[in-house]
């Protein structure tokens, strides 16, 4: 099993940069996906972005040039730095890993975007 604790949101104007953080409660092996979602008010929770070692990240297209995924294995903490942003990557962001048979969630953290 494994607990993520997602932080970092706030409110921000468009244009401006946020970093979320994602802390494990375990060690996550490098090679097991983690990744970031997001759910806007009304909308469905949608794929933002995923990690795993050996690969290139994956970004959705919205956010592909904008957002970094990122990882440091040493502290268990995923991360996703996100510039230039703009009122359509408001909603909450959810942190995810899959290990084994079970999925796993952040409890997530908002991410509001003024105009």
């Known amino acids: 099993q494994a607990q993520l604790q997602a932080s970092g949101g706030g409110l921000v104007q468009a244009g401006g940069s946020l970093r979320l953080s994602c802390a494990a409660s375990?060690?996550?092996?490098?090679?097991?996906?983690m990744g970031w979602y997001r759910q806007a008010p009304g909308k469905q929770r949608e794929f933002v972005a995923s990690i795993r070692s050996g690969r290139d990240p994956n970004y959705a297209d919205s956010v592909q040039g904008r957002f970094t995924i990122s990882r440091d294995n040493a502290k268990n903490t995923l991360y996703l730095q996100m510039n230039s942003l703009k009122p359509d990557d408001t909603g909450v962001y959810y942190c995810?890993?899959?290990?084994?048979?079970?999925?796993?969630w952040g409890q997530g953290t908002l991410v509001t975007v003024s105009s």
């Open positions: 995810k890993t899959s290990i084994g048979s079970g999925e796993y």
């Open positions: 375990r060690t996550i092996h490098s090679s097991v996906v």
